[in-house]
């Protein structure tokens, strides 16, 4: 038996992008993304993915704190899990092409180093 006409898909995006916007008062040491230029990525990021029809099957949105503050404006896209450090709004349309449509993360601006067991692009979206 199935159901899947009732059965909403899972996961219900093919790629899920976390834009951290969190904000903190000034001076504070641990600084903070969105005085970073953070809502400008998002909005480019939310832009991008309106323009190139990529909705449903992929989201971009704003995130609290992901905890990588030093490292911020701090993006991560999910299921592959890659986290981006330090990115500008010089970066998105580049992580956007690459990464959320043709599967190929952005190395230059990873977080954390590629795990050596992996090689290869990761899946491109649907119908890219
Ligand atoms: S303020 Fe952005 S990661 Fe913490």
């Given amino acids: ?22 904000e903190r008062p000034p001076g504070n040491p641990r600084g903070d993304c969105k005085s970073k230029g953070a809502e400008a990525v998002l909005n480019r990021f939310k832009e991008l993915v309106d323009g190139l029809k990529l909705k449903p099957r992929i ?8 905890d990588t503050c030093e490292a911020g404006i701090s993006v991560v896209v999910y299921p592959e899990a890659v986290w ?11 992580i956007v092409q690459s990464h959320l449509v043709s599967g190929v993360p952005v190395e230059r601006l990873r977080m954390h180093p590629r795990p050596t067991s992996v090689s290869g692009p990761v899946k491109p979206i649907g119908n890219a």
């Fill in 59 to 66: 989201r971009a949105q704003k995130s609290g704190c992901l």
């Fill in 84 to 94: 981006y450090k330090r990115v500008t709004l010089a970066d998105v349309d580049e």
């Fill in 1 to 22: 038996m199935s159901n899947t006409a009732t059965t909403p898909r899972f996961p219900p995006y093919e790629r899920h992008v976390f834009i951290c916007m969190n």
